[in-house]
């Protein structure tokens, strides 16, 4: 629990490359790591988070806890290369090189779940976020969450012990 | 933590790993910064879909005419109020503006400061001496009950408790009595007993919130308003309301805000009968939680065109009978050429005004007052139940017409499942409320007698630990002024537990607790795996902690802890019965 999840919000910085440069520090190898997950390429991955880390940068002046605004950000982007990938009717990604075998099969059933239950089951279990926490950052009640997260854990339990 | 969430933790971690950042990450960063930064407005306009208004927003207007109140409102105030009105109204997102892009002030919005004026008031001794002085100082007379409703209600004095303490307050004419319900009194002096928009009109209320602009439109809306009571600011603002005199002295010997308003030309308009069709036209508040219960709303306040409305907002302390310390509010209407009547209202009923909730009577208990839950295998039907059946008082409000699955010492369980015609055995709710003896380890999970539970009363962890379970959702909250621990879980529906005392359709289903001072050979606390799980961990000073657990579907979560929770309210510390 809580690995990519940090305490530190670099908000009150006054200095806004300093803010970023903080930022960046602190959340980006475990932005990358997240959105890996849900992408499965570190390409794809960093090329979405980069973009996040810009828009940050553009609304630095606007936004108090660039921290949580850069998690929402990485998550819609993903959200978006996920729905591009459908529209696509491409495959998904074959399982990273290495993977040991249960983490393989892990992989293959995320892929069958959709997007939201996916994501949701990502920032719960790899992100380390409560639900209410998870509602912020995707942007949905807490409630739809919670649904997606009971929904998504039937699937992966039924999957996965088959 | 059940086998799923430990193969999930451990597999997505090992997935996550197989990604590398590349090394110069930071500086492609920073590089596509620089290029973004050339030409910045190409994007803008490029992805605008209109682009003769770029930045024209349905949530413009509303903000801009909210900061026009707050600027009204802020240049006419008698007394100086919180600079923090602005900036709250302004940075709250509008639920009705669709809008794709991460909304970070959801979560990093601070919490709205306290107006220090209202939640936390400082009296004003020489106002509080004054009115004291001359509360009963008119010459009413003795006081009288209240006549019956649709009755006229003549000059004078006059006392009732229906507001939760003793009131007493003197009349300088005749009204008809139109409304005297729990929390609620309506006094209208109308020329045309079916035209009474510009009539004079006072009426007194508890209110456990303002109306937010769309409660106040929603015929019904029935729950708590959600705005705080004592936060006048941001319900001025929120409604666009125009000030026209504002000041904070005494009332009732109390701190007391007086703000006089009317609605602004552009605020909403509610599309029911009591409004007549005149716009705008809106409902102010919500009663003291007495009323939660009901389908429809009470005959509640409106504000609208063609009226100006003088409102005096009471603090009020301490616990008064199912209101708590929600204020009491005096709310006088006249047409806009008759707004000196309520310098009458201010010398006459207001100046007169007394009131004893039943906490400050010298030598009271605190008496939590509701109804008395019927017998268990009955339904208790939506309303305010008081009960010292757990041993510490308690009242609260149940939302809707529940079983009484079970009422025995420290242990009470409502359920919602079997009744008609809107629920169903599996779409219901199930609200059970115990005084937590301990929780059980896996071991003791099918164990029935009451002594299996020996995990302490607060180490939810350990039993999350050991029994299978995944936590959905843990956070900390207040209930009943208390520091609360809410979690939502679900049971592994494929453990293979099954208690004898429960239904096979509920498999999984095993003991998680027990109940203190538990009198039976058997325990009745048991979960399923088939529900959603919520559990809140209210402390009870030293002593074995109120446990209340909701299982249902999603949809019932919100509102069992918007009414039940949200207004629960609890005595003095006590033990459980029978130590």
Redesign the interface.
């Known amino acids: 629990m809580g690995k990519v999840r940090t305490t530190s919000e670099p908000a009150g910085f006054a200095d806004t490359g300093t803010v970023l440069e903080r930022l960046f520090q602190t959340e980006y190898t475990g932005m990358v790591r997240l959105a890996f997950t849900l992408v499965g390429s570190t390409a794809e991955a960093e090329d979405l988070v980069q973009d996040s880390f810009v828009e940050v940068s553009r609304r630095l002046h606007e936004i108090r806890k660039p921290g949580a605004y850069l998690r929402s950000a990485v998550v819609s982007r993903c959200r978006s290369a996920l729905r591009r990938r459908r529209v696509m009717a491409m495959h998904p990604p074959e399982p990273p090189a290495g993977l040991a075998s249960e983490a393989g099969e892990l992989w293959d059933v995320l892929a069958e779940l959709s997007e939201d239950q996916r994501i949701v089951v990502v920032l719960r279990y790899y992100g380390g976020y409560r639900a209410s926490e998870i509602a912020q950052i995707v942007d949905q009640p807490a409630a739809t969450v919670r649904s997606h997260l009971r929904r998504g854990l039937a699937a992966l339990r039924e999957e996965l012990t088959t | 933590m059940s086998r ?2 430990d ?16 090394t110069n ?2 500086e ?2 920073r590089q ?2 620089d290029d ?1 930064a050339d030409e ?1 407005e190409m994007e803008i306009i490029m992805l605008s879909p209109n682009q003769n208004e770029p930045v024209r927003t349905r949530r413009w207007l509303p903000i801009a005419a909210a900061a026009a109140a707050v600027a009204l409102i802020g240049g006419l105030v008698f007394a100086a109020t919180s600079g923090d009105g602005d900036s709250d109204v302004v940075d709250r997102p509008d639920p009705t503006v669709p809008d ?5 002030e ?5 919490e709205p400061d306290g107006d220090p004026e209202v939640a936390d008031p400082a009296p004003d001794p020489e106002a509080e001496t004054e009115i004291v002085d001359d509360a009963r100082g008119g010459d009413g007379g003795e006081p009288r009950d209240i006549p019956l409703v649709m009755q006229t209600i003549e000059a004078g004095a006059y006392t009732t408790d229906l507001l939760g303490g003793t009131l007493t307050f003197e009349l300088a004419q005749d009204f008809e009595l139109v409304t005297a319900t729990t929390n609620r009194l309506l006094m209208i002096d109308a020329p045309e007993p079916l035209v009474t928009v510009g009539a004079r009109a006072i009426s007194f209320s508890r209110i456990s919130g303002w109306n937010t602009p769309e409660e106040s439109v929603d015929q019904l809306f029935a729950g708590p308003g959600s705005i705080d009571p004592y936060d006048l600011d941001t319900w001025l603002a929120d409604e666009r309301l125009i000030v026209s005199d504002r000041e904070t002295g005494g009332a009732a010997g109390r701190v007391a805000q007086a703000v006089t308003v009317e609605p602004s030309p552009t605020a909403v308009l509610s599309d029911d009968l009591v409004c007549g069709g005149t716009a705008p036209c809106f409902w102010v508040s919500s009663l003291s939680r007495e009323e939660y219960g009901e389908a429809l709303r009470h005959q509640e306040s409106v504000v609208t065109e063609g009226e100006v409305s003088r409102l005096w907002i009471v603090t009020i302390e301490g616990s008064g009978r199912g209101a708590g310390s929600d204020p009491l509010v005096i709310q006088a209407d006249t047409s806009p050429d008759d707004t000196d009547w309520f310098d009458e209202v201010a010398a006459t009923t207001i100046a007169s005004l007394a009131f004893t909730a039943e906490a400050d009577a010298a030598g009271a208990t605190a008496g939590l007052a509701g109804l008395e839950l019927p017998a268990a295998g009955t339904f208790a039907d939506p309303g305010r139940y008081a009960t010292d059946l757990l041993g510490v008082e308690m009242a609260f409000d149940l939302p809707i017409t529940s079983q009484v699955a079970g009422a025995r010492a420290n242990y009470l369980s409502l359920g919602s499942s079997l009744i008609p015609p809107d629920f169903d055995p599996e779409g219901g709710v199930v609200i059970e409320m115990m005084r937590h003896a301990g929780w059980s380890t896996a071991d003791q999970a099918l164990d029935g007698e009451v002594d299996a539970a020996s995990l302490d009363a607060s180490d939810i962890d350990g039993w999350i630990e050991s029994n299978g379970v ?1 936590l ?4 900390t909250i207040e209930v009943a002024g208390r520091e609360s621990r809410v979690v ?1 879980l ?1 049971i ?3 453990l293979d537990l099954q208690v004898p005392t429960c239904q096979l359709e509920w498999a999984p289903c095993f003991f998680y607790g027990a109940v203190a001072n538990d009198s039976t050979s058997q325990r009745v606390a048991w979960v399923t795996g088939q529900q ?1 799980q919520r559990f809140y961990l209210v402390p009870i000073g030293d002593s074995e902690p109120l446990l209340i657990r909701v299982s249902g579907p ?2 019932w ?2 509102m069992v802890e918007t009414t039940l929770i949200g207004g629960l309210e609890l005595g003095p510390d006590a033990p459980p019965v029978g130590n």
């Open positions: 799923l969430t193969r999930l933790e451990r597999d997505l971690g090992q997935i996550a790993d197989r990604a590398t950042p590349s990450a930071w492609t960063i596509r910064i973004q910045p794709d892009r991460p909304d970070p959801a979560e990093i919005a601070p995944d959905l959702d843990d956070r939502d679900q592994d529906p494929t959603v999603d949809e979560f919100d």
